[in-house]
């Protein structure tokens, strides 16, 4: 069982709409990254989050220690959003490697 | 801004071969990670170096090696390659007590083994 739970696998909106991605966590954490990987693999880090709540541009990060979960909200979604969502534990400090998410696959169609 | 550098970007190899992947960190940081993605599937962290010394293993094969050198630059050597060590590699960085800690990944080096 994987220990990082991603919901949905697939998500396909129009573009303009509210989108949320879910993530659930059965492990201890000393962080929680939502990453973006756009097709052709690169990765890039979009939010790192131990508590509380972050926002960068038209991406919201939240979590929640206590029950294990965290979302990533994308507001006016836009084509150029299409990308590939992952959710990845960091499990302790120092140089821990992080353990994935399955992904959700985004696609926002004009 | 300076990024995390892989190379090389693609390798074509046969198996039973050798291969060498290197990763050149983001300047001043310290540890460098290593993940193997295979196609259609979640990345799985393989080892990760800090201050020259091995931090923490992950789904690392025996025939696999890896070490980070003096300018903290690191090398993934890969030996007897199979056919399901294809895959893309990524590298990341961070900087420990940075108060982000985010893991900063390179653009990945697409192994083909065939």
């Known amino acids: 069982k994987n220990e990082v739970e991603q919901s949905p696998q697939n998500l396909t909106a129009q573009e303009g709409e509210f989108i949320t991605i879910n993530c659930s966590y059965s492990?201890?954490?000393?962080?929680l990254h939502w990453l973006q990987q756009h097709p052709g693999g690169g990765i890039v880090s979009l939010f790192m989050?131990?508590?509380g709540k972050k926002k960068h541009g038209r991406l919201i990060a939240t979590i929640n220690i206590q029950e294990k979960h965290s979302s990533l909200h994308i507001t006016a979604s836009h084509p150029r959003d299409s990308a590939v969502y992952i959710c990845a534990a960091s499990p302790g400090g120092g140089a821990d490697g992080l353990t994935f998410g399955k992904g959700t696959h985004l696609i926002i169609q004009p | 801004a300076a990024g995390v550098i892989q190379s090389p970007r693609h390798l074509i190899k046969e198996k039973r071969e050798t291969a060498t992947l290197k990763c050149y960190p983001i300047p001043r940081h310290d540890t460098v990670y290593w993940y193997q993605q295979g196609p259609g599937q979640d990345p799985q962290f393989l080892i990760s170096?800090?201050?020259?010394?091995?931090?923490d293993k992950g789904s690392i094969p025996d025939r696999f090696s890896a070490q980070q050198f003096s300018d903290y630059h690191s090398e993934l050597n890969m030996s007897s390659l199979e056919l399901g060590d294809s895959a893309l590699y990524f590298c990341?960085?961070?900087?420990?007590?940075?108060?982000?800690?985010?893991?900063?990944f390179g653009p990945g080096t697409r192994l083909l083994v065939l």
């Open positions: 989050l131990s508590s």
């Open positions: 170096f800090y201050e020259k010394m091995q931090s």
């Open positions: 492990v201890g954490i000393s962080a």
């Open positions: 990341a960085s961070s900087v420990p007590g940075e108060p982000e800690g985010t893991q900063y």
